[in-house]
């Protein structure tokens, strides 16, 4: 799984694009969205998803369960 | 009065005893030559300024790394007009072409500032950038940013290089207790703090910043938000901490909370202060620190003198349009003017207050003036979007705030009439002064018990307030008039907004 960004709730403040390890963030019509084949959910980065950790609005950036679950290199 | 001079320490901070005397409402005669050379044309940091100066505000910062219970981002109505709210980002590029747009458009614009609608901070590269991008074409302009300092220290050298000479830090507490009520989180080194924790960390911060700035020569003022039942009585405190670091200018805002701007303030029912708790506390803190009183409260976008709002005709669609000629001689030329008028207007009220001399009274009064600006009672009644309140007594006519009556979002105050909106906005004052009023508001305001006056239209506002209180004073002596107290007014909620 990777995280995904709610379009609806998003507001489009920036704060997460240079937060993230992976530069899995990118902006599309005035929100941000997290390209799902590059997102580690921090893992091995940091203990928690720096999206979620900076993002203004709760429950934003969430787990994108339609995705595999990111696993890191054993 | 030259205590406080030589070095950049704000007020007073090396003098005992005395109140310090530079600072928000004083003018030249009162603070260091170079301390004034800094603030005589900045509108934030002058009351006397703010009458003749502009500012404008460019929205590079969206991104911000705390949250605020005064504060939501996710909001956008389009009548929406608060602190961290605009109506379009701006790329650096944008945001220079911007600042020659206007500048060339209206010459008053001598100040630029970063405000967010983030933390102008947490978006360094956007924020320095447009720096770079504007001190190269418009050397002229002042460059000034407000922040929440958690950011602070580590960009005092970048702020320093770019010849930043004004910085405002938002502190509403020093006590962690006190600030875990205001501040839910912070995001710092990759992590997010909460509570007392994450406010003992901001505290902090912004404590190191301030000194780190001061101890550069940089001119800090300080904002604070009163809120209350949770900061009032500790803004006190917060005013000292600051002094004592070196700040030059405190400036106590009130509350704006609503429900309808979704922030946990707003719906949990905080109210903001009223007018007479807001100048209760400013009066006290001001033994300590002079004190901003002429702030609007505007928006992360806002264009034009403190009150006004012209950001509108500087859209960015507007202003890629638009042909720009960027001519610092016709703008030297201009400020000249203004300078020849400011020094009128101090002569008049200076020559003014004389006459008073002499005259002995503990009288206090409030009155309301209608002004489009240089210092000069020059608005209609009907046409005034806000007055201000100048409070009059034996030492002279002093600034203490204004009074927003313009109808946009009716937050709080219902479908009453515009004339209702307005008396109880000055219900504090005994007069109001305007360039001209009609027959039927004159009546209404006397009825309130508000003298209506329009025979000092186009003359400067001191000088009228003075002769005005002048001829109160008698006839309060001569016993034509018994003196009475006046109630409480309201604060109106919001910053300005374009019409």
């Known amino acids: 799984m990777a995280l995904k960004i709610i379009a609806s709730q998003c507001s489009g403040c920036s704060a997460c694009e240079p937060e993230c390890p992976n530069v899995a963030i990118f902006e599309k019509n005035g929100t941000f969205w997290i390209n799902p084949k590059k997102c580690t959910e921090c893992i091995g980065h940091f203990d928690t998803p720096q999206c979620i950790a900076v993002c203004p609005v709760e429950n934003t950036c969430v787990i994108d369960t339609s995705q595999p679950r990111y696993q890191p290199a054993a | ?499």
């Open chain 2, 1 to 499: 009065m030259q205590r406080q001079a030589a070095e950049h320490k704000g007020c007073g901070t090396s003098g005992g005893g005395g109140k310090a005397s530079c600072g928000s409402g004083a003018g030249q005669r009162d603070m260091a030559p170079e301390i004034w050379e800094k603030v005589k044309n900045h509108p934030c940091y002058s009351e006397e300024a703010h009458h003749h100066y502009a500012r404008m505000h460019v929205a590079v910062a969206p991104a911000c790394n705390i949250q605020c219970n005064y504060c939501n981002r996710k909001y956008d109505c389009a009548n929406e007009s608060r602190p961290g709210v605009v109506s379009e980002k701006l790329t650096p590029e944008q945001a220079a072409k911007k600042v020659l747009a206007v500048a060339s458009t209206i010459p008053q614009m001598t100040v630029l500032g970063i405000a967010g609608p983030g933390d102008p901070l947490a978006n360094p590269e956007k924020t320095f950038k447009t720096f770079a991008l504007v001190s190269k074409t418009a050397p002229d302009i002042k460059l000034c940013l407000s922040t929440n300092g958690l950011a602070l220290p580590d960009h005092v050298d970048t702020i320093a290089k770019f010849k930043v000479d004004h910085v405002t830090i938002t502190i509403n507490m020093v006590d962690a207790e006190i600030g875990r009520h205001i501040y839910p989180w912070v995001y710092w080194k990759h992590k997010r703090y909460v509570g007392k924790e994450a406010a003992q960390l901001l505290s902090e911060r912004q404590l190191m910043g301030l000194e780190m700035l001061t101890a550069r020569g940089i001119l800090c003022k300080i904002n604070s938000v009163m809120i209350p039942g949770i900061n009032d009585q500790h803004l006190v405190e917060v005013n000292r901490a600051v002094k004592s670091r070196g700040a030059f200018l405190h400036n106590i805002m009130p509350l704006i909370s609503a429900p309808e701007h979704g922030t946990v303030f707003g719906l949990t029912g905080q109210r903001g202060p009223s007018a007479r708790e807001l100048k209760a506390l400013q009066d006290s803190c001001e033994g300590e620190m002079n004190m901003m009183r002429h702030c609007r409260q505007c928006r992360a976008d806002a264009v034009g003198l403190l009150g006004e709002d012209r950001s509108a005709e500087f859209t960015t669609e507007k202003i890629m349009a638009m042909e720009v000629n960027y001519d610092t001689e016709t703008r030297k030329a201009y400020h000249a003017k203004v300078e020849v008028e400011r020094r009128a207007k101090v002569a008049a009220k200076q020559q003014e207050l004389d006459t008073l001399a002499g005259t002995n009274s503990d009288l206090k009064v409030l009155i309301a003036v209608a002004t489009k600006g240089s210092g000069l009672v020059n608005e209609h009644f009907g046409h005034a979007k806000e007055f201000q309140v100048y409070e009059l007594s034996t030492a002279g006519a002093k600034f203490i705030g204004h009074r927003r009556v313009d109808l946009y979002c009716q937050g709080g105050f219902g479908e009453e009439d515009n004339l209702a909106t307005i008396t109880r906005a000055i219900s504090d004052c005994h007069a109001v002064l305007v360039a001209k009023i009609g027959g039927c508001p004159k009546a209404d305001l006397r009825a309130a018990g508000i003298d209506p006056v329009d025979q000092y239209a186009g003359q400067f506002i001191e000088k009228s307030a003075i002769t005005w209180f002048k001829n109160y004073l008698e006839k309060v002596a001569g016993g034509e008039i018994a003196h009475q107290r006046r109630g409480d007014a309201n604060i109106r909620q919001g910053a300005y907004i374009a019409a």
